[in-house]
């Protein structure tokens, strides 16, 4: 079993719709947890970054930890043609300084 | 506002060429990293260091080396490229370990 999973897409959704984006993992040890959006021929940007359970709302984005069922989840409200980019979820465990990447989730969002 | 730079953004090698790839921070940063990211495989840690001339392997060191003389700067260098190392190569840094700050990459094509 892989240590973290995330559905590759490619996710295509109109404009305006409420997009979900979502990564497994398997090591019960992990802590911090971040999303990253990463555009095209450009280096990933950190989005959202959570310490252990529980959401955390910033615009238009949400992340959601459920570390019970080791499940991480990013919502996108009113989702804009800028908003279509790859989406990487990353975690550690705190006393591990090296994260875990998700392989991305290729979202476009259409006009 | 410069954060992670590196050089170059496109270089072609030849096969059993050597090159390095220049990275600089300039947010203090103690960790610094190089990712090596491919097509369908997600960001891939080559290497990594904790500080100033302290430096680790990550998942795949091998064809590479990297040095930290200064909290700045983390060179990567390549000995006699090959094809398996044609790839989008990033830098990043970080703080604390949690949050890290990608550099906008080096495209390479080994030849």
């Known amino acids: 079993q892989k240590e973290v999973e995330q559905d590759p897409g490619p996710l295509s959704v109109p404009e305006g719709a409420i997009v979900s984006l979502n990564c497994t993992y398997s090591n019960s040890a992990f802590q911090y947890f971040m999303w990253y959006r990463q555009y095209s021929r450009k280096g990933p940007e950190l989005l959202m970054y959570t310490y252990s359970s529980g959401n955390k709302e910033d615009g238009r984005f949400t992340a959601q930890v459920d570390k019970s069922s080791k499940y991480i989840s990013l919502f996108i409200r009113d989702s804009q043609p800028s908003d279509s980019a790859t989406y990487l979820c990353?975690?550690?465990?705190?006393?591990?300084?090296?994260?875990?990447f998700g392989k991305g989730t290729l979202l476009t969002v259409n006009p | 506002n410069a954060g992670v730079t590196q050089t170059p953004k496109f270089r072609i090698l030849k096969i059993g060429q050597s090159m390095t790839l220049q990275c600089t921070q300039d947010m203090n940063h103690n960790y610094m990293y190089w990712y090596r990211q491919d097509p369908g495989m997600g960001l891939k840690l080559i290497y990594y260091?904790?500080?100033?001339?302290?430096?680790d392997k990550g998942e795949v060191p091998n064809g590479y080396n990297v040095s930290r003389s200064t909290t700045e700067d983390f060179p990567l260098r390549l000995e006699l490229a090959a094809p398996s190392q044609t790839s989008v190569y990033f830098c990043?840094?970080?703080?604390?370990?949690?949050?890290?700050?990608f550099g906008e990459g080096s495209w390479l094509t080994v030849v």
């Open positions: 990043a840094s970080s703080r604390e370990g949690n949050t890290i700050y």
């Open positions: 260091s904790v500080g100033a001339g302290i430096t």
């Open positions: 990353a975690m550690n465990g705190g006393s591990n300084y090296k994260l875990t």
